[in-house]
């Protein structure tokens, strides 16, 4: 059974920084594009940033230059460094994971950036 569990949320000042982390059981990540997702208050789920097997990035534009995303496949891990984070950053934040036509996604960590 897949698992993916985010880590990392909680609350920072306009311009601070937060590092989601996203841990994945099962036999899955190595061979998954991992990504991280979000949905702020009413508001619908939006890409945030995606990289692949081959650890090829992409980004939302409104993240890019603030947000880096990364792996660590000896620790079957995806994290998230956020930076520069604005009021407009806040919400729930997803991990996924893809392979193939199959789709996980993780339960959420909040993030909330006051201004």
């Known amino acids: 059974q897949v698992q993916l569990v985010e880590s990392g949320g909680g609350l920072v000042q306009a311009g601070g920084s937060l590092r989601l982390s996203c841990a994945a059981s099962?036999?899955?990540?190595?061979?998954?594009?991992m990504g991280w997702y979000r949905q702020g208050p009413g508001k619908q789920r939006e890409f945030v940033a995606t990289?692949?097997?081959?650890?090829?990035?992409n980004y939302e534009e409104s993240v890019k230059g603030r947000f880096t995303i990364s792996r660590d496949n000896a620790k079957n891990t995806v994290s998230l460094q956020m930076s520069s984070l604005k009021p407009d950053d806040t919400a729930v934040y997803y991990c996924?994971?893809?392979?193939?036509?199959?789709?996980?996604w993780g339960r959420g960590t909040q993030v909330t950036v006051s201004s």
């Open positions: 996924n994971a893809v392979r193939g036509w199959q789709n996980w």
């Open positions: 099962g036999s899955i990540f190595s061979s998954s594009t």
């Open positions: 990289i692949t097997t081959s650890s090829n990035t």
